[in-house]
């Protein structure tokens, strides 16, 4: 086989180049809409739909949905049309929108890093099974992702939702999307800081406030105390980030500018100490200057990491403090980027003599009748709650070490394992052509199989090696960061068909060595040899590794 580590490219250095023409700021006076998703913000706050919903659409019917809400609005409710099933991924580019919408929803519901109760667990595992036909994916973004909601049925799951706590606003939108939060906060032995307050707080100002409901796009947020950043904060566009200083202790860093898709960036770290309590003051600081200097005219330089690009990090700080904070940041050295696993699969020790376990569902894909039954497991052992991971995983929190062992089996017995193969542990699905109107590949099937067949062929794999599959370039599942990280394209077969496959990235990683993979023109592979491609690379990496050499260190060797 060939070599598989010279056929690519030098890895990418992404060059954004500096505007020749101002773009869209309102900072600079662009206060007129440049594009039709600007203009629809202006004409009608996106919060505003809810209203609607609960009032006017839930009660006439799919019909009666404005475009502009249906197709716009709605995603700051947490609702998209989902896909119409059997459309094939050919089509995605080439059809009109409407058309590629089914009359059901999908909808998301965010968790924020939150503890939930078995109450809770169970409430969103009914919901499941009440009205979306026992669909809820646990997502990378620790969102439950519900499919084939009915209009009808909204305010009736929106009450349920909010008699457990939780909420599906802004889960979509040019707005704050939902928050990752450490899914060990407060009960890791080995934490610097618990930044639950920090989160909440954020939460309770600013979700549903209209003064950042009009962002020029999505905006994610990552908070973690834990030495393990595990909530990938280099791929968020504002993250707080455990760090000591040496005299005021423990405390964030502020990361920004990180993001993926199809200009893909790693955040800039701004190497400040800043205390829990200033947190929320300095998240309204970051989004109020992405809200005010963000570029507007095109959608595809409207994340914020295009900003923090072209200003580099100081003028970043400067401007948060000098324009929205009203005072400057300590400076310190930002936190050594760890190494290992990030995902807490397995069982731990708590700082209090209980246990966290963390369980692995196969790439997110859960159930209502699967939430329902852990539910009642968690009751049974008396857990004091469950968190949802980047990595879509779930942590058991406070599990009393003598209901351990059954507590173990019986998760084994449902499927949520805490000792999953490695395969299952670190592959990661977004929601691909299933549900999805942007996909051009099936992922969340495909995925599991290929997980099946990895286990088969390599049951006793001794290293992590991430395999992440997206449906297409957006990256929802961090393509660029993966050992394998697979894009969803159509690609020609032995007879020159277009067939659905994958173009290759290899050697991607976060945490210390933050790299993005290696596009290897050269590896595009179809859907069907999806397995046996795998096995040639894990085969070749296990073959010419030195001791300890990771499968990202052998790739860049
Ligand atoms: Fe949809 Fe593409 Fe995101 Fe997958 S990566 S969920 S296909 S937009």
Redesign the pocket.
Known sequence: MPDLRFQSQPPRHTEVPRPKRAEGQWSLGYTEPLNKNEQSKKDDDPLNVRARILHIYSKRGFDSIDPADLRGRFRWMGLYTQRKPGIDGGKTAVLEEEELDARYFMMRVRSDGRLLSSQTVRALGTIGVDFARDTADVTDRENIQYHWIRIEDVPEIWKRLDDAGLSSLEACGDSPRPFLGSPVAGVAADEIIDGTWALEEIYRRYIGDPRFSNLPRKFKTALTGHPSHDVSPETNDVSFVGTVHPEHGAGFDLWVGGGLSTNPMLAQKAGVWIPLEQVPDVWEAVASTFRDYGYRRLRSRARLKFLVADWGIEKFVEVVENEYLGQRLERTPSPASPTGHRDHIGVHEQKDGALYVGIAPTVGRVSGTLLVQLADLMDAYAVRGARLTPYQKIVLIGVQPEALEPLLDDLDRIGLSARPSQWRRNTMA???IEF?K??IVD?KNRARDLVAELERRFPDLDTAISVNV???P????RTQVADIGLK?QLVLDDDGNQVEGFQVHLGGATGLGANFGRKLRAHKVTSAELDDYVTAVVTAYLAQRTDGESFADWVVR
């Open positions: 977004c929601t691909g999805c942007l996909a992922t997206n449906g297409c957006n990256a929802c599942a969803g």
